[in-house]
C-alpha cells in the first residue's frame, strides 16, 4: 500500500508500507501499525463513500420516489453488497 502520513511533525508523501525503506524508517512499530490502520480505514470508507453514490443512491431515490418493496429491497440489496465488498478493516 501506498501512503502519506505524517509524524512527530514530518511529513512522508507515497512510502510504499511493503518496502525496506518503510521498515527501516525511525518509527516504532506500533506507530507503523496504527498509521497502516489508519490509512486502511480511510481507503475503505473513501471506497464505500464513491460506491454508495454511485450504485445505491440512485436506488434509495428510486425508492422515496414509488415506495414500492421491490424498490427498496434492490437498494437494500445494493448497500449489502457495497458493504460485503468493502468490509470494514478489523483489528
Do not use: C
Amino acid at each position: 500500500m501506498i501512503i502519506s502520513f505524517s509524524y512527530n511533525g514530518d511529513s512522508y508523501s507515497n512510502w510504499n508500507t511493503e518496502s525496506e525503506e518503510f521498515q527501516r524508517l525511525n518509527i516504532p512499530n506500533e506507530e507503523k501499525v496504527r498509521i497502516i490502520s489508519e490509512q486502511s480505514l480511510t481507503n475503505v470508507l473513501q471506497a464505500r463513500k464513491v460506491a454508495y453514490q454511485k450504485e445505491s443512491d440512485p436506488l434509495y431515490l428510486e425508492w422515496q420516489y414509488d415506495q414500492s418493496p421491490e424498490s427498496e429491497t434492490a437498494w437494500r440489496d445494493k448497500v449489502a453488497e457495497i458493504k460485503a465488498r468493502y468490509p470494514l478493516p478489523t483489528e
